[in-house]
Nanobody, 122 residues
Framework: QVRLVESGGGSVQAGGSLMLSCVAS????????LGWFRQAPEKERERVAR????????AYADSVKGRFTIFQDNAKKTVTLQMNGLKPEDTGVYYC???????????????WGQGTQVTVSS
């Protein structure tokens, strides 16, 4: 069974930082994308970043460019989202998701974690 486990969520003041981690297990494909999504109240789920594990290619939402960084460890099994300069609008439940190939839309992600809450206060 494929399992994605997120950690690192919490509460932080505006301007602070958090690091989210996602450990993926049960994925045997060598062409997997791991993405971070967030869902805030009154808004649709949004992809904030993704990494194509085979090449390290990354993509970011415009709203987080320059503040968030997604990277993988040497084993390519753990993906981290480093979030700096957090803003209240970054508040939401953050989900790790996996897709086969280079994912484009949320529909491409077949496997999802349980989510971790990120709260940024003013």
């Amino acid at each position: 069974q494929v399992r994605l486990v997120e950690s690192g969520g919490g509460s932080v003041q505006a301007g602070g930082s958090l690091m989210l981690s996602c450990v993926a297990s049960g994925l045997t494909s060598t062409s997997v994308s791991l993405g971070w999504f967030r869902q805030a109240p009154e808004k649709e789920r949004e992809r904030v970043a993704r990494i194509y594990m085979r090449t390290g290619s990354t993509a970011y939402a415009d709203s987080v460019k320059g503040r968030f960084t997604i990277f993988q460890d040497n084993a390519k099994k753990t993906v981290t989202l480093q979030m700096n300069g957090l803003k209240p609008e970054d508040t939401g439940v953050y989900y790790c998701a996996a897709a086969i190939g280079i994912a484009s839309t949320s529909a491409d992600y077949r496997y999802w974690g349980q989510g971790t809450q990120v709260t940024v206060s003013s």
